[in-house]
């Protein structure tokens, strides 16, 4: 499985992102897809993540209401809607696809979100 993330960008804070992730290859055996990030300095952290066979939609507690994830599954594509940003949301932000359960095997290169106050 290879993933493509792409949407990050600069905003101001209150503003909102849509960061996509397009899963190509052996997109059939996914059976989840993860977002994370990682801020300067920090150690990467989870986001959310969504399981492929019924949707289900799993946050970080923190980042629940301000951040959907969402999926089409005619596009191979997870995304993820970031509203009211916050400078403290900038990093680079991953995506992640798992084959069984949660645990993640492959990874897409990141795209940065930058949030200036």
């Known amino acids: 499985v290879q993933l493509q993330a792409s949407g990050g960008g600069s905003v101001q804070a209150g503003g909102s992102l849509r960061l996509a992730c397009t899963a190509s290859?052996?997109?059939?055996?996914?059976?989840?897809t993860g977002w994370f990030r990682q801020a300067p300095g920090k150690e990467r952290e989870f986001v959310v993540a969504?399981?492929?066979?019924?949707?289900?939609?799993y946050y970080a507690g923190s980042l629940k209401g301000r951040f959907t994830i969402s999926r089409d599954n005619a596009r191979n594509t997870v995304y993820l809607l970031m509203n009211s940003l916050k400078p403290e949301d900038t990093a680079v932000y991953y995506c992640?696809?798992?084959?069984?359960?949660?645990?993640?095997?492959?990874w897409g290169q990141g795209t940065e979100v930058t949030v200036s106050a």
């Open positions: 992640a696809a798992a084959t069984v359960g949660f645990t993640y095997e492959s």
């Open positions: 290859g052996r997109t059939g055996s996914i059976s989840a």
């Open positions: 969504i399981r492929w066979s019924d949707g289900s939609t």
